[in-house]
């Protein structure tokens, strides 16, 4: 992973990169938002001190290779509107978790969905990874339909999972096979 070049990936709307220090103005507005973290594991961050020590742990964790935070850069006007990343790597397996989070005013607009596509083209192709999985909270409905619409399948619930922010939650498992990917994009080719 470390020998790649760092990705930059188009799409119609966006430009997919690695999240830098100069991203943070724009990604506090998406994480100041209580709605954007109700399902995160972070708290709602207060102001850019929460923005810097989350950054932080970005590059603590993309020295280690254990995690890629990219952010969606609008290529109309330049405006970071929110993050996916690719974290708990096991290389041994192919295998990585993703996440993701888009500012509110941007929400119903079909960019997570672009932006998926493009990293998980890039993960199951440049990286060369097998499988890929989430772990969503059953009570949110836009999350589970936008991988269901990438072609995860839901795999099970796991229950009482976590404990996060105070609260006991299940976990919905979803995964997505390299092959499983690479069909469906030769079907809609
Ligand atoms: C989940 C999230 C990233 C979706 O992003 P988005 O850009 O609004 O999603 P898209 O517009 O690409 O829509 C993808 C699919 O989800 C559906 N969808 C979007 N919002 C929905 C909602 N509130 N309820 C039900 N379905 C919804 C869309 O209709 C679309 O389905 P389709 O392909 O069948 O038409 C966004 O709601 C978000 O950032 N939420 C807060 C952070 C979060 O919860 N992250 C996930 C943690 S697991």
């Known amino acids: 992973m470390s020998s790649l070049p760092p990705p930059e990936l188009l799409t119609p709307r966006l ?4 999240v830098q220090e100069a991203d943070l103005t724009d990604l506090l507005a998406v994480h100041a938002d209580e709605e954007v973290n109700r399902y995160l594991p972070y708290v709602t961050w207060r102001g850019m001190a929460d923005a810097q020590a989350w950054y932080a742990k970005v590059l603590q964790r993309r020295r280690e290779g254990s995690a890629m935070q990219f952010v969606l850069q609008q290529q109309a006007g330049g405006r970071v509107i929110g993050g996916c990343l690719l974290f708990r790597f096991e290389p041994e397996s192919g295998l990585a978790e993703l996440g993701y989070a888009l500012g509110r005013r941007d929400w119903g607009e079909g960019y ?3 932006a998926l596509s493009a990293l998980l083209d890039y993960a199951f192709g440049a990286m060369q ?3 890929i999985e989430a772990e969503v909270d059953p009570r949110n409905r836009a999350s589970g339909q936008l991988l269901l619409g990438l072609g995860f399948q839901c795999e099970g619930l796991l229950r009482q999972r976590r404990v996060m922010k105070g609260e006991i939650k299940d976990a919905q498992m979803y995964g997505l096979l390299r092959d499983e990917w690479l069909a469906r994009r030769a079907g809609s080719r």
């Not at 430009?15 to 690695?18: D, S, T, V």
């Open 15 to 18: 430009l997919l990169r690695l």
């Open 129 to 131: 990874l097998r499988r």
């Open 112 to 114: 997570m969905q672009e």
